[in-house]
């Protein structure tokens, strides 16, 4: 069968289950990639093996990962911790500059926790200095967004992030350090858009059931050190191991350990060891506790570990299908295709998924696994992280009433429909766009290659 005609149909299949019949994402994506494996050329023996062979991999890979994650973003919420990084952004910059510090808050918070929860523990905040100041509530809800949407659509250990990272095979230090490059003035455009649209629409502070407005902290809070540790020490373990190895010899015994402690894996083991130690600290739960929190964490873990794997499972299949040389074929004598026109590629491809099923994470597993299948190391002149941002910042276009962020920012915020539209999705217009623009200019003046 026709390679193209191939793709197409897979997408159909993606989206059709997701958007039509209202199906799990890791239904749609496994049921697409056994569709694509057997259509695809091979003998009829491997042609369900392979699809297995290839979930597990892709398991493999990450789903230690982000299980360690899932624990530390759940521990660091009910130990303080996550609490404390807040109130350290809000003493360092003041209440009168609230709203950079909650997207501050929101940029580091969400690079471990998932976006719903650090928005659920910020929203209190923005209505607390609302409370106080009798005005800004737009400005601060849109910080929080601002900062929290962009380090989860760039910045591992997150998981789209991180799964763009493995199926292009990006360095995660790289892909570490080039999407918090990203991030960080996209979040700035989108506090200054905050400002700006805070001027033009204000509006007034809602009752929400279920959100209180008193953010006094009853509990005991523990020290900044520790509560930015589970934080730190993974990004700098990883990324110091893509700084620091080129420059050791490989038989060092200082490179041996590195390259063991800097594993992505052991980085947020280690990390997830430390949020753990530092719940069981401040809160002293009993073993049922304990052993509950950890099980609930790791159980919502699990369902991102199965779509991000039947994603990979689904770029593997591409692969088979023999998508990358159909590609090349059509683009023949065209350069710009592994250049920026890639990039365009790779964020269209991934704004029409956000928009057509509203899961950015999704947008990115499935996006980058079509791309993995079109490029080789060869096709691009600068690094292919380059091309991970841009798939990140293209999953952030397009949110509407199909995304559950949508509704999450709607509700916790008490904003209407036609409000939140106006702020939330534009916000991640802003976001996404720059995103990619950051991504190309990168690419030209910082190839890395």
Do not use: C
């Not at 299949?13 to 958007?19: D, E, L, P, R, S």
């Not at 039509?20 to 491997?46: D, K, Y």
């Not at 858009?193 to 809070?221: C, F, H, K, S």
């Not at 990358?324 to 998924?353: H, N, Q, R, Y």
């Amino acid at each position: 069968m026709i390679p193209l005609l191939i793709l197409l149909l897979g997408i159909i299949i993606v989206v059709g289950m997701i958007v039509g019949l209202r199906i799990n994402a890791f239904v749609a994506l496994i049921t697409a990639a056994i569709v694509i494996s057997i259509l695809s050329p091979g003998e009829w023996s491997i042609k369900i093996a392979r699809v297995a062979t290839a979930f597990g991999t892709t398991a493999g890979s990450i789903g230690i990962v982000i299980a360690m994650a899932a624990v530390i973003g759940v521990t660091m919420m009910n130990s303080g911790a996550a609490d404390r990084v807040v109130q350290a952004f809000i003493q360092f910059l003041g209440r009168e500059r609230g709203s950079p510090a909650l997207a501050a808050s929101g940029f580091v918070l969400s690079i471990p926790v998932f976006f719903d929860t650090v928005f659920y523990l910020l929203i209190p905040l923005a209505r607390s200095m609302f409370a106080q100041t009798k005005r800004d509530y737009l400005k601060y809800v849109i910080a929080i967004a601002a900062g929290a949407a962009a380090t989860h659509a760039l910045v591992p250990p997150t998981p789209g992030p991180l799964v763009i990272a493995g199926n292009l095979n990006i360095d995660l230090g790289i892909m570490i350090l080039i999407g918090v490059l990203v991030a960080l003035p996209a979040t700035i455009l989108g506090v200054f858009y905050a400002g700006w649209l805070n001027r033009r629409m204000p509006v007034p502070m809602r009752d929400v059931p279920g959100i209180e407005t008193n953010t006094e902290q009853l509990m005991a809070l523990p020290g900044l050190g520790v509560s930015v540790l589970p934080i730190a020490l993974p990004i700098l373990l990883i990324a110091g191991k893509t700084i620091f190895l080129p420059l050791l010899s490989n038989d060092s015994i200082l490179a041996r350990w590195i390259l063991v402690f800097g594993d992505a894996n052991i980085a947020l083991l280690l990390a997830a060891i430390a949020s753990t130690g530092l719940y069981i600290y401040m809160r002293r739960p009993s073993r049922q506790s304990l052993s509950s929190i950890i099980e609930q964490s790791l159980m919502s873990g699990g369902l991102i570990i199965l779509i991000t794997a039947a994603g990979g499972t689904f770029g593997a299949m591409l692969k088979e299908a023999q998508i990358g040389p159909a590609i090349s074929d059509l683009f023949a004598g065209s350069s710009e295709v592994s250049g920026i026109g890639m990039l365009t590629l790779g964020f269209g491809i991934a704004s029409l998924l956000k928009f057509a099923q509203g899961s950015s994470t999704v947008a990115m597993i499935t996006a980058s696994a079509m791309l993995a299948a079109m490029i080789t190391p060869e096709s691009l002149n600068f690094n292919v992280v380059y091309l991970g941002t841009a798939i990140g910042g293209g999953s952030l276009v397009g949110s509407w009433m199909n995304d559950s962020g949508f509704w999450i920012y709607a509700k916790m915020s008490g904003l209407t429909e036609v409000e939140t539209l106006k702020s939330w999705s534009v916000l991640l217009v802003i976001l996404g766009g720059s995103a990619g623009i950051i991504s190309v200019l990168l690419s030209i003046f910082l190839p890395l290659s």
